[in-house]
């Protein structure tokens, strides 16, 4: 199961965005979710928002400390990945995301 984090629909502060994901991680891990797909979008002109940025800045941080397995962006989510593929095998049901395969640069995908 894929876990889905609107951040766009309730538009937080960047410190209020890394709280909610943090604590989704924690929760995503004691419900057995194998990923979780972050929706920030991609800033004004698609040049890459302020949450974007300090987001992916936290995952890296998570990975190093072991917290998470992965992370990547959406331009990555598709079947051709290997990381990707990775959480595919895992959970075939993810295989019906809406996002699976279309680039989209607005979200990004965390393993657990």
Known sequence: MIKFINLKECNPSVDYALAIVEIE??????????AIKVLHGYGSHGRGGIILVELRRRLRELKKQNKIT???GGDEWNIFSPRTLEILNAD?????DEDLNKAN???TIIRI
Not at 92 to 96: L, P, R, S, Y
């Open 25 to 34: 991680i924690e929760n995503a891990k004691a419900e057995g979710v194998s």
């Open 70 to 72: 992965d992370y990547f």
């Open 92 to 96: 075939k049901t993810i295989a019906g």
């Open 105 to 107: 640069a607005g979200i």
